[in-house]
């Protein structure tokens, strides 16, 4: 189920972590993918392939494209309001993607069962109903914030802890560092 305060359809989510490689802006080769929430449990995002994401000449590197994708569906948590971390992630790549590319994603979940979240994600080129570049079907692991604080590294941590931007953000997930 939706979340009763999750964010509305329509409004930008905004990084979830400054220093994150998929959504921070303060992370420079970073992908600063920034994501949508959508209607019910889905959510849209949009990504610029940019020449540090390259693996062969002018064309996006496979794992870039897969961070898209892990980062957008991902962004569902938002919806859930939940904690939770990708245990699997499986992905299609259909056609190469060019950098300069804008890659138009949407992810929905599909199925909820205990601490188990199903989604299923897809990447478009060009426009939201382009051709399809790029598919993925993961499973998240609802997890308490224990799992950052303990398997963190002590100085991040400390720094996020140390930030009001990053426990307000925090909070959004109900979590109270
Ligand atoms: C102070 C700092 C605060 C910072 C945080 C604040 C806010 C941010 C919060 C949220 C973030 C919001 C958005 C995030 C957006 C994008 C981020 C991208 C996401 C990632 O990029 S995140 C990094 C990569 N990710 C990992 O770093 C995980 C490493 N991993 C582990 O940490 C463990 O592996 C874990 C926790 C996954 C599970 O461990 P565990 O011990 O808790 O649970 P367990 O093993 O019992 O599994 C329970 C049930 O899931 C099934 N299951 C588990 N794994 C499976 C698999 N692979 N395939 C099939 N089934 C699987 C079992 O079979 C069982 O199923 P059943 O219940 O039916 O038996």
Same mark, same amino acid.
């Given at each position: 189920? +939706?979340?009763?305060?999750?964010? !509305?359809?329509?409004?930008?989510?905004? !990084?979830?972590?400054?220093?994150?490689?998929?959504?921070?802006? /303060?992370?420079?080769?970073?992908?600063?993918?920034? #994501?949508?929430?959508? /209607?019910?449990?889905?959510?849209? #995002?949009?990504?610029?392939? +940019?020449?540090?994401?390259?693996? !062969?000449?002018?064309? !996006?590197?496979?794992?870039?494209l897969a961070t898209a994708l892990d980062e957008t569906l991902g962004s569902l948590n938002w919806l859930l309001r939940t904690i939770a971390v990708t245990g699997r992630l499986e992905t299609d790549f259909v056609r190469p993607v060019p950098v300069g590319t804008t890659l138009h994603l949407a992810a929905e979940v599909t199925a909820v069962a205990g601490r188990k979240i199903y989604s299923t994600a897809t990447g478009r080129i060009g426009a939201p109903d382009g051709p399809v570049a790029v598919r993925a079907d993961a499973l998240f692991i609802e997890v308490k914030v224990d799992h950052f604080i303990d398997h963190g590294r002590e100085e991040e941590i400390q720094a996020a802890m140390n930030d009001p931007d990053q426990i307000r953000r925090a909070r959004a997930f109900e979590v109270n560092p």
């Open positions: 189920m +939706r979340h009763a305060d999750a964010p !509305a359809p329509g409004e930008l989510l905004g !990084a979830h972590y400054g220093q994150c490689f998929g959504c921070g802006g /303060e992370q420079p080769h970073g992908l600063h993918l920034a #994501a949508r929430a959508g /209607e019910g449990l889905s959510i849209t #995002a949009e990504f610029t392939v +940019r020449p540090e994401h390259q693996g !062969a000449p002018g064309l !996006a590197h496979g794992g870039v």
